[in-house]
Protein backbone atom coordinates (compact mmCIF):
# COMPACT_ATOMS: atom_id res chain seq x y z
CA UNK A 1 0.00 0.00 0.00
CA UNK A 2 1.46 3.50 -0.68
CA UNK A 3 0.97 5.59 2.68
CA UNK A 4 2.81 8.56 2.01
CA UNK A 5 2.51 10.67 4.96
CA UNK A 6 0.58 10.77 8.39
CA UNK A 7 -2.83 8.98 8.33
CA UNK A 8 -5.64 10.02 9.78
CA UNK A 9 -8.58 8.16 9.77
CA UNK A 10 -11.96 8.35 11.70
CA UNK A 11 -12.07 6.18 14.37
CA UNK A 12 -16.10 6.06 14.41
CA UNK A 13 -15.97 4.53 10.74
CA UNK A 14 -15.31 1.30 9.62
CA UNK A 15 -11.43 1.65 9.74
CA UNK A 16 -10.40 -1.19 7.03
CA UNK A 17 -9.45 -0.77 4.50
CA UNK A 18 -8.24 2.40 3.75
CA UNK A 19 -7.13 4.07 0.53
CA UNK A 20 -4.48 7.23 0.14
CA UNK A 21 -6.24 9.39 -3.18
CA UNK A 22 -4.23 12.18 -2.50
CA UNK A 23 -1.29 13.49 0.02
CA UNK A 24 -1.56 16.28 2.14
CA UNK A 25 -3.71 18.85 2.77
CA UNK A 26 -5.06 21.65 -0.20
CA UNK A 27 -4.96 24.41 2.54
CA UNK A 28 -2.57 23.04 5.12
CA UNK A 29 -2.68 26.83 7.09
CA UNK A 30 -5.26 26.33 9.69
CA UNK A 31 -3.15 28.02 12.69
CA UNK A 32 -4.38 24.51 15.41
CA UNK A 33 -2.82 22.10 13.00
CA UNK A 34 0.22 20.86 11.39
CA UNK A 35 -0.86 17.47 11.29
CA UNK A 36 0.55 17.81 7.27
CA UNK A 37 2.76 20.80 7.74
CA UNK A 38 5.80 19.46 6.03
CA UNK A 39 4.07 17.80 3.41
CA UNK A 40 3.22 19.29 -0.05
CA UNK A 41 -0.01 18.69 -1.42
CA UNK A 42 -0.18 15.95 -4.83
CA UNK A 43 -2.72 13.61 -5.74
CA UNK A 44 -1.82 10.58 -5.87
CA UNK A 45 -0.70 9.10 -9.17
CA UNK A 46 -3.49 6.27 -10.33
CA UNK A 47 -1.32 4.13 -10.91
CA UNK A 48 -0.50 3.80 -7.64
CA UNK A 49 -4.38 3.52 -6.34
CA UNK A 50 -4.72 1.04 -8.92
CA UNK A 51 -1.83 -1.49 -7.74
CA UNK A 52 -4.02 -0.27 -3.68
CA UNK A 53 -6.86 -1.62 -4.92
CA UNK A 54 -5.42 -4.89 -6.33
CA UNK A 55 -3.83 -5.71 -3.08
CA UNK A 56 -7.17 -4.94 -1.24
CA UNK A 57 -9.16 -7.27 -3.73
CA UNK A 58 -6.48 -9.90 -2.84
CA UNK A 59 -6.81 -9.19 0.59
CA UNK A 60 -10.68 -8.24 1.31
CA UNK A 61 -12.58 -9.00 -2.01
CA UNK A 62 -15.47 -8.94 -0.09
CA UNK A 63 -14.99 -5.62 1.33
CA UNK A 64 -18.20 -3.24 2.00
CA UNK A 65 -16.90 -0.04 3.31
CA UNK A 66 -13.34 1.88 2.56
CA UNK A 67 -11.68 5.04 4.18
CA UNK A 68 -10.61 7.16 1.49
CA UNK A 69 -7.53 10.02 2.49
CA UNK A 70 -5.68 11.75 3.01
CA UNK A 71 -6.86 15.28 5.21
CA UNK A 72 -9.07 16.10 2.28
CA UNK A 73 -9.68 13.68 -0.72
CA UNK A 74 -12.68 15.23 -2.10
CA UNK A 75 -10.96 18.30 -3.25
CA UNK A 76 -10.37 16.67 -6.89
CA UNK A 77 -12.67 17.58 -8.93
CA UNK A 78 -15.69 15.29 -10.13
CA UNK A 79 -13.97 14.54 -13.33
CA UNK A 80 -10.86 13.09 -11.82
CA UNK A 81 -13.49 11.67 -8.36
CA UNK A 82 -15.71 9.50 -10.35
CA UNK A 83 -12.38 7.18 -12.69
CA UNK A 84 -11.34 6.29 -9.01
CA UNK A 85 -14.96 5.39 -7.79
CA UNK A 86 -15.46 3.27 -10.52
CA UNK A 87 -12.26 2.10 -10.06
CA UNK A 88 -12.96 1.30 -6.58
CA UNK A 89 -16.15 -0.72 -7.57
CA UNK A 90 -14.59 -2.51 -10.11
CA UNK A 91 -11.95 -4.05 -7.87
CA UNK A 92 -14.18 -4.45 -4.57
CA UNK A 93 -17.50 -5.18 -6.64
CA UNK A 94 -19.05 -5.73 -3.08
CA UNK A 95 -18.66 -2.33 -2.05
CA UNK A 96 -21.49 -0.22 -0.77
CA UNK A 97 -20.02 2.86 1.37
CA UNK A 98 -17.03 5.24 0.72
CA UNK A 99 -16.03 7.42 3.44
CA UNK A 100 -14.01 10.28 3.75
CA UNK A 101 -13.33 13.71 5.74
CA UNK A 102 -13.04 16.70 3.99
CA UNK A 103 -12.93 20.54 3.92
CA UNK A 104 -16.36 22.58 3.19
CA UNK A 105 -14.30 24.24 0.14
CA UNK A 106 -13.99 20.70 -1.50
CA UNK A 107 -17.19 20.70 -2.42
CA UNK A 108 -17.20 23.93 -4.73
CA UNK A 109 -16.11 22.83 -7.91
CA UNK A 110 -18.81 19.93 -7.47
CA UNK A 111 -22.66 20.31 -8.77
CA UNK A 112 -25.21 18.83 -6.48
CA UNK A 113 -26.01 16.64 -10.29
CA UNK A 114 -22.53 15.55 -9.95
CA UNK A 115 -22.17 14.91 -6.27
CA UNK A 116 -25.69 12.69 -6.92
CA UNK A 117 -23.72 10.79 -9.15
CA UNK A 118 -20.90 10.13 -6.61
CA UNK A 119 -23.33 8.98 -4.50
CA UNK A 120 -25.00 6.27 -6.36
CA UNK A 121 -20.81 5.42 -6.75
CA UNK A 122 -20.67 4.57 -3.25
CA UNK A 123 -20.51 8.13 -1.67
CA UNK A 124 -22.56 7.75 1.48
CA UNK A 125 -21.00 10.05 3.64
CA UNK A 126 -18.22 12.46 4.68
CA UNK A 127 -16.59 14.61 8.11
CA UNK A 128 -16.71 18.35 7.43
CA UNK A 129 -13.89 19.71 9.76
CA UNK A 130 -15.90 22.79 10.08
CA UNK A 131 -14.90 24.07 13.62
CA UNK A 132 -17.01 26.69 13.91
CA UNK A 133 -19.72 28.56 12.71
CA UNK A 134 -18.62 32.15 13.55
CA UNK A 135 -17.09 34.50 10.80
CA UNK A 136 -14.54 35.95 13.54
CA UNK A 137 -13.24 32.91 14.42
CA UNK A 138 -13.19 31.31 11.04
CA UNK A 139 -10.58 34.39 9.89
CA UNK A 140 -8.97 34.12 13.16
CA UNK A 141 -7.75 30.70 12.66
CA UNK A 142 -7.34 30.99 9.20
CA UNK A 143 -10.09 28.30 8.04
CA UNK A 144 -10.11 29.57 4.29
CA UNK A 145 -13.97 29.67 4.50
CA UNK A 146 -17.24 31.97 6.11
CA UNK A 147 -20.52 30.65 7.34
CA UNK A 148 -21.91 31.34 3.63
CA UNK A 149 -19.86 28.91 2.16
CA UNK A 150 -20.70 26.33 4.94
CA UNK A 151 -24.15 27.03 4.61
CA UNK A 152 -24.02 27.07 0.50
CA UNK A 153 -21.71 23.87 0.39
CA UNK A 154 -24.04 21.82 3.15
CA UNK A 155 -27.46 22.55 1.12
CA UNK A 156 -25.65 21.00 -1.98
CA UNK A 157 -24.91 17.70 -0.15
CA UNK A 158 -28.57 17.80 1.47
CA UNK A 159 -29.80 18.27 -2.08
CA UNK A 160 -27.64 15.25 -3.35
CA UNK A 161 -28.48 12.90 -0.26
CA UNK A 162 -25.19 12.66 0.75
CA UNK A 163 -24.88 12.67 4.49
CA UNK A 164 -22.16 14.32 6.38
CA UNK A 165 -20.74 15.08 9.84
CA UNK A 166 -19.92 18.98 10.99
CA UNK A 167 -17.07 19.43 13.80
CA UNK A 168 -17.38 21.61 16.60
CA UNK A 169 -13.71 22.78 17.56
CA UNK A 170 -14.45 23.53 21.22
CA UNK A 171 -11.99 26.54 22.80
CA UNK A 172 -10.29 27.40 19.21
CA UNK A 173 -11.65 31.14 19.96
CA UNK A 174 -10.12 31.61 22.63
CA UNK A 175 -11.63 33.83 25.50
CA UNK A 176 -12.53 36.95 23.85
CA UNK A 177 -15.06 35.70 21.31
CA UNK A 178 -15.85 32.38 23.14
CA UNK A 179 -19.61 33.17 23.63
CA UNK A 180 -20.21 34.22 19.64
CA UNK A 181 -18.28 31.16 18.91
CA UNK A 182 -20.59 28.43 20.47
CA UNK A 183 -23.54 30.50 19.89
CA UNK A 184 -22.93 31.52 16.29
CA UNK A 185 -21.73 27.55 15.62
CA UNK A 186 -24.85 26.66 17.25
CA UNK A 187 -27.02 28.21 14.79
CA UNK A 188 -25.02 27.22 11.25
CA UNK A 189 -25.10 24.02 12.62
CA UNK A 190 -28.81 23.64 13.09
CA UNK A 191 -29.49 24.90 10.01
CA UNK A 192 -27.10 22.94 7.88
CA UNK A 193 -28.75 19.77 10.04
CA UNK A 194 -25.87 17.36 9.93
CA UNK A 195 -26.42 14.03 10.91
CA UNK A 196 -23.78 14.01 12.93
CA UNK A 197 -22.18 16.98 15.25
CA UNK A 198 -18.93 16.24 16.69
CA UNK A 199 -17.27 18.18 19.31
CA UNK A 200 -13.28 17.96 19.78
CA UNK A 201 -11.54 20.30 22.29
CA UNK A 202 -8.40 22.50 21.16
CA UNK A 203 -5.12 21.58 22.07
CA UNK A 204 -2.03 23.78 21.65
CA UNK A 205 0.33 21.54 19.81
CA UNK A 206 4.29 22.28 19.33
CA UNK A 207 4.78 24.01 15.86
CA UNK A 208 1.13 25.66 15.71
CA UNK A 209 1.26 29.06 15.17
CA UNK A 210 -1.78 29.47 17.36
CA UNK A 211 0.45 28.40 20.15
CA UNK A 212 2.83 30.72 19.12
CA UNK A 213 0.77 33.25 19.80
CA UNK A 214 -0.48 32.02 23.13
CA UNK A 215 2.70 32.39 24.74
CA UNK A 216 3.23 35.74 22.98
CA UNK A 217 -0.29 36.66 25.10
CA UNK A 218 -2.00 37.30 21.52
CA UNK A 219 -4.29 33.73 22.06
CA UNK A 220 -5.76 34.16 25.57
CA UNK A 221 -6.57 29.79 26.15
CA UNK A 222 -9.70 28.99 27.63
CA UNK A 223 -9.20 27.14 31.16
CA UNK A 224 -11.09 23.67 31.52
CA UNK A 225 -13.83 25.40 33.42
CA UNK A 226 -14.16 27.72 30.46
CA UNK A 227 -14.17 24.79 27.69
CA UNK A 228 -17.17 23.20 29.44
CA UNK A 229 -19.21 26.26 29.88
CA UNK A 230 -18.57 26.97 26.24
CA UNK A 231 -19.64 23.53 25.28
CA UNK A 232 -22.83 23.64 27.43
CA UNK A 233 -23.41 26.71 25.37
CA UNK A 234 -22.98 25.02 21.57
CA UNK A 235 -25.36 22.57 23.29
CA UNK A 236 -27.98 24.84 24.31
CA UNK A 237 -28.15 26.34 21.25
CA UNK A 238 -28.41 23.18 18.85
CA UNK A 239 -31.20 22.49 17.59
CA UNK A 240 -30.95 20.24 14.74
CA UNK A 241 -31.38 16.21 15.52
CA UNK A 242 -28.45 14.38 14.30
CA UNK A 243 -25.93 12.44 16.85
CA UNK A 244 -23.83 14.10 19.08
CA UNK A 245 -20.13 12.70 20.02
CA UNK A 246 -17.54 14.34 22.31
CA UNK A 247 -14.28 13.54 22.10
CA UNK A 248 -10.14 14.17 22.84
CA UNK A 249 -10.22 16.20 26.18
CA UNK A 250 -13.95 16.17 27.01
CA UNK A 251 -15.55 13.77 29.21
CA UNK A 252 -17.52 11.88 27.24
CA UNK A 253 -19.68 10.45 29.98
CA UNK A 254 -23.34 10.22 28.93
CA UNK A 255 -22.86 12.61 26.63
CA UNK A 256 -22.55 10.54 22.85
CA UNK A 257 -24.98 8.94 21.37
CA UNK A 258 -28.16 9.21 18.65
CA UNK A 259 -31.18 11.15 19.28
CA UNK A 260 -29.68 14.44 19.87
CA UNK A 261 -33.21 16.25 20.86
CA UNK A 262 -34.57 13.52 23.05
CA UNK A 263 -31.48 13.56 25.45
CA UNK A 264 -30.22 17.47 25.03
CA UNK A 265 -31.31 17.99 28.98
CA UNK A 266 -29.95 15.43 30.28
CA UNK A 267 -26.50 16.27 28.28
CA UNK A 268 -26.62 20.04 29.67
CA UNK A 269 -26.94 18.24 32.89
CA UNK A 270 -24.02 16.35 32.83
CA UNK A 271 -22.17 19.16 31.49
CA UNK A 272 -23.24 21.48 34.35
CA UNK A 273 -22.09 18.99 36.64
CA UNK A 274 -19.01 18.63 35.52
CA UNK A 275 -18.65 22.47 35.86
CA UNK A 276 -19.92 22.43 38.73
CA UNK A 277 -17.62 19.14 40.48
CA UNK A 278 -15.40 17.86 37.75
CA UNK A 279 -12.02 17.26 38.12
CA UNK A 280 -10.69 20.11 36.03
CA UNK A 281 -6.55 19.23 36.77
CA UNK A 282 -7.66 15.72 35.17
CA UNK A 283 -8.70 16.96 32.34
CA UNK A 284 -5.77 19.84 31.93
CA UNK A 285 -3.51 16.84 32.45
CA UNK A 286 -5.37 14.97 29.64
CA UNK A 287 -4.92 17.58 27.55
CA UNK A 288 -1.06 18.37 28.37
CA UNK A 289 -0.27 14.92 27.89
CA UNK A 290 -2.05 14.29 23.78
CA UNK A 291 0.44 14.74 21.43
CA UNK A 292 -1.99 14.67 18.15
CA UNK A 293 -4.92 14.39 16.90
Given at each position: ?170 GVAGKEHSLDHAVHSAEI ?33 LSEKEMLIELKTFTEHLT ?47 RRNKRSL
Amino acid sequence: MHFTDTVYRNPYWPTFPLLQITQGCTHNRCKFCTMYRNVDFRMQPMEWIEEDLQELAAIVPDAKTIQLLSANPLCMTYDKLAPIFEMINRYLPKMEYIYAATRVTDIRNKTVDQLKKLKNLGLKEISLGVESGDDWTLDRVNKGYHTEDIIEQCGKLSEAGVDFWMTFLNGVAGKEHSLDHAVHSAEIFSRCKPMLVGTGSLVLFPGTPLLEEAEQGKFDTLSEKEMLIELKTFTEHLTCDCSFITHHTVSGKNLSGPNFLQRKDKIIAALEHEIQSGDMEKLAAIRRNKRSL
